[in-house]
């Protein structure tokens, strides 16, 4: 009896250290799919919203973000228990949501098809982020490296000398990154992703030290911004909180997915608390010079040089990651059309078509702060805000969804179509002012020749 009881004990300990770890795993990959470029935007994004406006909206942005998860997961597990389906993506939640509805159901297809739309924009925008984000630091360490000191003081100016268009550096980019995505598998890249995660941890630490250990005495900044700079504020936001695509596949991999609310709020909730921190201390440490990376401000010295180093490390690696999602909604489809023969070299000619699709687009935009708010307004808004709360009035049409539901979500849905009007608009005036100010720039400098 005592050697079956151990046994007993034994099983349990042994099934709650799975259960543990499978929660640990889940959490760092909800953390991992929600920190990247757009966190380092967020100081900037303060800016635009001020100093007391930027935080709260930040923490109101969080609220309805985590809902807005948590009502696809719900409404995904709903469906597929409906259905008998082990396992709904985003799109097939859409789709079957779609059908629930009579005059809907014809066209539930159509569902599937706009959110797979919205996923390639946004991963693929996210891809030119990454080009941008990493010719703008590459540059900046290239130019400052013949003055780079080991002395770390904000009034250390060491003495850049200037280098190539930032352009020329994303062409530089362009084919090393075609060779990382050529990787048949992600799981060969599980060694290297794991460096990258850890190169990201160690920059974010150090900056944040930075930023702590700089804050002025006398703060003397705007508590709410201007209202024309707003919408900027709302496309950076949504852009670093658009996490949405990563809920469902983690869901499914967990071994009880009725415990992933504990996983998606204890996530969500430190990646809130670092998006409101770093955007308050990091603006609140560089003032009105704050960049569209906070990278970009810190100072020249070899410590803070190897920090942006490191982070673009991190986010060459997670380039594949992101990149991956469009590639398996396009590729298999085109792949279908040719013989076995041609698999293969097809596959590698739209992968690099692809490639070069998104730096073309970042050479055409290459202000990192634009891009991350177009992206963010055109795409992200649609993803983490608009089709959440429509999802589960469709979801759950004909079960007594009450009239306060109905009203929640619409609101939810409005303002995240605002969003996307406003910041889209907002973001492709800049983008078009400023480069009619660096043609000009560009006519002044030959004449001067």
């Known amino acids: 009896a005592n050697t079956q009881t151990d046994y007993g004990c034994d099983l349990t300990r042994i099934m709650f250290y799975l259960l543990c770890c499978r929660f640990l795993q889940t959490l760092i990959h909800l953390l991992k799919g929600n920190i990247g470029t757009g966190l380092l935007g967020l100081p900037l994004a303060v800016r635009n919203a001020g100093l007391v406006l930027g935080p709260l909206s930040l923490f109101a942005m969080g609220i309805i973000a985590v809902h807005c998860m948590n009502l696809l997961a719900k409404c995904s597990h709903h469906l597929s228990a409906k259905l008998n389906k082990p396992f709904l993506d985003y799109g097939d939640a859409v789709q079957y949501g779609m059908e629930n509805v009579s005059w809907l159901r014809r066209h539930s297809i159509w569902g599937r098809r706009i959110v797979n739309v919205f996923l390639i924009i946004t991963q693929l925008g996210f891809c ?42 994303m062409l530089c980019f362009l084919p090393a990154i075609i060779l990382l995505v050529f990787t048949p598998n992600l799981k060969y890249l599980a060694p290297l992703s794991l460096a990258a995660n850890l190169a990201m941890c160690t920059s974010l630490v150090l900056i944040y030290f930075f930023c702590l250990t700089n804050i002025p005495n006398h703060i003397n900044l705007p508590k709410v911004g201007h209202a024309k700079d707003y ?20 869901e499914n991999k967990m071994q009880k997915p009725q415990s992933f609310n504990m996983v998606l709020y204890l996530g ?34 070899w410590m803070y040089q190897i920090v942006k180093l490191l982070y673009c490390f991190g986010i060459y690696i997670t380039f594949a990651l992101q990149f991956y999602v469009p590639a398996a909604i396009l590729i298999p489809p085109v ?10 070299t ?29 992206v963010g307004s055109v795409s992200s808004s649609f993803l983490a805000l608009i089709f959440p709360p429509l999802l589960q009035i469709l979801t759950y049409h004909n079960e007594g969804l009450s009239p306060w539901v109905i009203v929640k979500n619409t609101l939810i849905s409005v303002i995240g179509f605002l969003g996307f009007i406003t910041g889209t608009y907002i973001s492709i005036t800049e983008i078009i002012k400023r480069n009619g100010r660096h043609d ?4 002044t400098f030959f004449q001067v020749q």
């Open 268 to 301: 969500m909730g430190i990646v809130t608390f670092l998006y409101i921190s770093l955007g308050t201390i990091g603006y609140i440490t560089f003032g009105e010079a704050i960049g569209g990376s906070v990278t970009l401000n810190l100072p020249n010295c």
């Open 128 to 169: 030119c982020v990454y080009f941008v984000f990493l010719s703008d630091n590459v540059k900046q360490v290239v130019e400052a490296s013949n003055g780079t000191t080991m002395n770390c003081h904000r009034n250390q100016t060491a003495v850049t000398v200037p280098s190539f268009d930032s352009r020329l550096y």
């Open 440 to 443: 000009n720039l560009d006519v």
């Open 346 to 374: 097809v596959d590698l000619l739209i992968r690099t078509a692809l490639v070069v699709f998104t730096c073309v687009l970042a050479i055409l935009i290459p202000q990192l702060d634009l891009v991350i708010s177009l």
């Open 231 to 250: 919408p900027l504020f709302f496309g950076t936001a949504i852009f670093a909180f658009e996490g949405i695509g990563v809920v469902l596949p983690l």
């Open 335 to 344: 792949l279908s059309r040719f013989s076995e023969r041609w698999e293969l």
